[in-house]
Every structure is written in structure tokens, then in C-alpha cells.
């Protein structure tokens, strides 16, 4: 089974049992969200097909958020966390050394932006990857990282989810103009 083919079964499988959808999308949002998994395995796709959930009724938007926003923000935790710790090795590990613009790019983002690099890094895949770990690995101050990545969890879970959101309703209007 490829990703897609993956993607495709498990936004069925939430379709059949709506109570399983906070869970998924915290799943989701934590795979998108945390360094190295976020590089290879693109989650923003279900999240905006589980946002579109939303717009037909088959989920709460606010549940849908709470999640997104715990996984999305835990992943990033994660994320900060290693760079931390492993500050010393981070670069020698992959995908460090398959990708060696990641790092630097990510800290040439860091050092432009400071704080608000954690807001804007969120919503580009590979930044997303590796700005929390440049947190890291600079040593950022705790609870400022932590005020910003959730801050930043929040607002980019409900883009997400509002965009699918927006999508679910649009394809609602148009079945339901169409007759379908």
C-alpha cells in the first residue's frame, strides 16, 4: 500500500467512525509537525481532507482544532528537544547529512527572524522540519519557544482545518446544487 493509497483508507476509516477522528488528527499533526518524519511522510493532506469533515457535519471543529494544536505543538516540542540535546551530533544525523542546506538554511531563517521564526517556519514543510531543532540547538530560551510553538500550533491547525473546511462546504454546495 502506498502513502496515498494509506491517506485515502485511513480518512475512510474516519468517515465510518467519527469518534476517532481527534486522535487521528493529533496523530497527523504530531508526524507533520516533528523533525525528520515531517520530511518524508507529507500528513498536511489528510489534515486538510479531515478539515473538510468539518464543513459536512461530521465533526466539531473545535475538538478538530484541540487536537491538531496538541499534535502539531507536542511534534515541535519533540522537535526542540533533540536539537537541545543533541545539539553536537544533530548535523551528522539524517537528514542532516543526505540534505546539508536544511540545517543551514533553517539557521540563517532562525537568525532573520528570531522568535517569529517559530510562527513562520510552521507553515513551510521543510523549515517546519528544522526550525524547531535550530531552536534547539541555539539553546532558545524555553518558555519563549514553548509561547510560540503553541501559538503558532494553533494558528496553523485552524488554517488548516479551515481551509478543509472551507473545501467540505464548497463540495456540500455544489452536490447539493447538483442534485447528487
Known amino acids: 500500500m502506498d502513502f496515498q493509497a494509506f491517506g485515502e483508507a485511513l480518512i475512510a476509516f474516519v468517515r465510518e467512525n467519527p469518534a476517532w477522528v481527534a486522535p487521528i488528527l493529533l496523530v497527523l499533526a504530531f508526524g507533520e509537525s516533528i523533525a525528520f518524519v515531517s520530511l518524508v511522510l507529507p500528513f498536511w493532506w489528510m489534515l ?22 496538541i499534535g502539531a505543538a507536542l511534534g515541535d516540542w519533540v522537535s526542540y528537544w533533540l536539537g537541545y540535546h543533541f545539539r553536537d551530533n544533530i548535523k551528522k544525523m539524517w537528514p542532516f547529512t543526505r540534505y546539508p542546506t536544511l540545517m543551514p538554511r533553517g539557521e540563517a531563517f532562525f537568525e532573520r527572524y528570531g522568535v517569529w521564526a517559530i ?11 528544522t526550525v524547531p531543532v535550530v531552536a534547539g540547538v541555539t ?9 510560540a510553538n503553541w501559538l503558532s500550533a494553533v494558528l496553523w491547525a485552524g488554517v488548516l482545518l479551515l481551509f478543509g473546511d472551507g473545501l467540505g462546504r464548497g463540495l456540500s454546495a455544489a452536490r447539493e446544487s447538483l442534485g447528487m
Open 119 to 129: 510562527v513562520l517556519g510552521r507553515f513551510s514543510g521543510p523549515l517546519r522540519a
Open 139 to 147: 539553546q532558545m530560551n524555553w518558555i519563549t519557544f514553548q509561547i
Open 48 to 69: 486538510i481532507a479531515l478539515g473538510a469533515m468539518v464543513g459536512t457535519g461530521s465533526m466539531n471543529f473545535f475538538i478538530a482544532l484541540a487536537a491538531a494544536s
